[in-house]
């Protein structure tokens, strides 16, 4: 009998809850209603994004409805970001307004949501204290400059393992940086996680569980039920990544209590520890902002140098250009530094060139209006939409670059003013504003460094003696955005 009211209520709530709705953005603000493809009772616009990769079918939309777009997803509101002037008022004008998140379900998992600094509201203090710590104690000049060796040892670890490799050796660079420890090594001899499975493939589970569609998402009200099982699928897996953190976490606390001297190894785990000595976050943070780093970071390090080395194997004439810079600046020099790197502009403008092309994140994370009072070119975005940035189609976009579609690094060259912070919303590929990515600084220095790694060591062909015009390029949107077909490609070594 219960669940015969429960199926009532639902089948009189679902179409009423929408004519409401869908009537509030019509007339609610008295400003021009917000255009979109027409949505259909119940689904909405889902029908409308069924094929392909999301970030291209939102840019199609966007071309026949305009940079200020309308979606209504399940019983959900969004509102499409995709154009360069838009997403410039968005970001100028409304920052701290749209510095809300949309939390899908599955960042529920384990209570994560309410700890995380990707999903947790701006106006948090608790976020405040997360991205402050990040802020101060991993990706400060100071905190960078600290542990410039050890990112200098682990990329040039690429050059031993080359491919597949990247991965390993990003994985190690977060885990050497967060607690001295290369987990790529470790974890295939011990089973710390108290599991077989490769804390890559946890991780791989983890992060692409977040494109799932998940009816959750869509109807909120049906959240409580988690009728896909994807927030228990999601909680399970976590627990496992929580159970490897845990180890770490207690091995040291262990070590420290052994020990009279603190903080002798001058990683970022001692200073989570000394912070929770103090008082000032619990042990929980230390295990989910430990998580937060590997899920966000080692991934978004990796697609880029993949996307960076795709594009160079695609043109030639590029790769021929920036070994040239490369080796004409570092020569025979065995260790390459980050210091090296640093006068390498045209290197940089390759990189930079990859990342407009190719964000890793092409949608962000979801942004939520959080006040009502938000207007972007004439439209208003009420409170509690989601906002969702098309960086993708914002950094393509010809009203700000002559032909975006084509892969041209000197556009770069003469505009020193497009740097990593976002402040020109045509190249922001870390986000911009209040949430800009907290690891940038460190990205910056990375990604350069392992790219020049792999470049002044050996000579790059694509296998099977393609022709560079017969290299797939095409993208596959997996939460993050990467190659269709994984890169594949040869090395020689320089003699
Ligand atoms: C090339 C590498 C990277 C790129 C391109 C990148 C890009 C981004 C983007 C686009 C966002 C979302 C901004 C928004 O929604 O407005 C973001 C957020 C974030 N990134 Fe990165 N990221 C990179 C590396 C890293 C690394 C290494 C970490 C490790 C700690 C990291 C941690 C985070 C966190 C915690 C957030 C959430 C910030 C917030 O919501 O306040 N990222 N990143």
């Known amino acids: 009998m219960e669940r015969q009211l429960w199926l009532l209520w639902a089948a009189l709530a679902v179409p009423l809850l929408y004519c409401l709705t869908n009537l509030r953005r019509r007339l609610g603000t008295g400003r021009r209603p917000l255009p979109g493809p027409t949505p259909l009772p119940l689904i909405g616009n889902l029908i409308d994004l069924r094929r392909g990769n999301l970030h291209h079918t939102l840019a199609r939309l966007a071309r026949t409805h305009g940079p200020v777009m309308y979606l209504r997803l399940g019983l959900t509101d969004a509102v499409v970001v995709s154009s360069r002037d838009a997403a410039s008022e968005a970001f100028m004008r409304h920052d701290r307004r749209l510095a809300g998140r949309a939390?899908?379900?599955?960042?529920?998992?384990?209570?994560?949501?309410?700890?995380?600094?990707?999903?947790?509201?701006?106006?948090?203090?608790?976020?405040?204290?997360?991205?402050?710590?990040?802020?101060?104690?991993?990706?400060?000049?100071?905190?960078?400059?600290?542990?410039?060796?050890?990112?200098?040892r682990k990329v040039r670890d690429l050059e031993v393992y080359v491919g597949r490799a990247v991965y390993g050796a990003m994985l190690n660079l977060m885990s050497s940086i967060v607690f001295s420890v290369d987990v790529v090594a470790d974890m295939d001899m011990d089973a710390a996680a108290g599991s077989t499975q490769g804390i890559r493939e946890l991780l791989n589970d983890l992060v692409s569980s977040a494109a799932k569609p998940n009816v959750s998402d869509l109807f909120p009200f049906l959240r409580p039920f988690d009728l896909q099982g994807w927030r228990r699928w999601t909680a399970k897996k976590l627990e496992k990544f929580y159970?490897?953190?845990?180890?770490?976490?207690?091995?040291?606390?262990?070590?420290?209590?052994?020990?009279?001297?603190?903080?002798?190894?001058?990683?970022?785990?001692?200073?989570?520890?000394?912070?929770?000595?103090?008082?000032?976050?619990?042990?929980?943070?230390?295990?989910?902002?430990?998580?937060?780093?590997?899920?966000?970071?080692?991934?978004?390090?990796?697609?880029?140098?993949?996307?960076?080395?795709?594009?160079?194997?695609?043109?030639?004439?590029?790769?021929?250009?920036?070994?040239?810079?490369?080796?004409?600046?570092?020569?025979s020099k065995e260790a390459i530094e980050e210091s090296d790197v640093a006068c390498l502009r045209y290197l940089m403008a390759v990189m930079k060139e990859?990342?407009?092309?190719?964000?890793?994140?092409?949608?962000?994370?979801?942004?939520?209006?959080?006040?009502?009072?938000?207007?972007?070119?004439?439209?208003?975005?009420?409170?509690?939409?989601?906002?969702?940035?098309?960086?993708?189609?914002?950094?393509?976009?010809?009203?700000?670059?002559?032909?975006?579609?084509?892969?041209?690094?000197?556009?770069?060259?003469?505009?020193?003013e497009m740097v990593f912070k976002g402040k020109e919303p045509e190249f922001s590929p870390f986000g911009s504003g209040l949430r800009l990515c907290p690891a940038q600084p460190m990205a910056e220095r990375v990604v350069p460094l392992g790219l020049a790694s792999l470049l002044h060591a050996f000579e790059w062909r694509l296998p099977n003696g393609l022709l560079p015009d017969e290299f797939d390029l095409s993208e596959r949107f997996n939460h993050t955005n990467v190659p269709a077909v994984p890169l594949k490609a040869v090395p020689f070594a320089i003699t």
Do not use: Y
Not at 116 to 130: F, G, R
């Open 243 to 331: 159970r490897f953190l845990d180890d770490m976490i207690d091995r040291r606390l262990t070590e420290d209590s052994d020990s009279s001297s603190r903080d002798k190894h001058g990683d970022f785990l001692d200073v989570l520890i000394q912070l929770m000595s103090a008082g000032k976050l619990a042990r929980g943070d230390i295990t989910s902002l430990l998580f937060e780093v590997f899920a966000s970071g080692t991934d978004a390090l990796v697609v880029t140098v993949e996307w960076t080395m795709a594009e160079l194997l695609r043109n030639p004439r590029v790769m021929a250009k920036v070994r040239a810079e490369i080796q004409g600046t570092l020569g």
């Open 354 to 416: 990859a990342m407009r092309l190719h964000p890793v994140a092409p949608l962000m994370l979801p942004h939520m209006a959080m006040e009502d009072g938000v207007e972007i070119q004439g439209h208003a975005v009420p409170k509690g939409h989601t906002v969702i940035f098309n960086t993708w189609a914002i950094m393509r976009d010809p009203a700000a670059w002559e032909r975006p579609n084509e892969f041209i690094p000197e556009r770069f060259m003469d505009r020193p």
């Open 103 to 152: 939390i899908p379900d599955i960042a529920r998992a384990l209570g994560f949501s309410e700890r995380a600094i990707n999903w947790l509201p701006s106006s948090d203090p608790h976020w405040k204290t997360l991205r402050g710590v990040l802020a101060t104690h991993i990706f400060s000049s100071r905190a960078l400059a600290a542990a410039r060796g050890v990112r200098e």
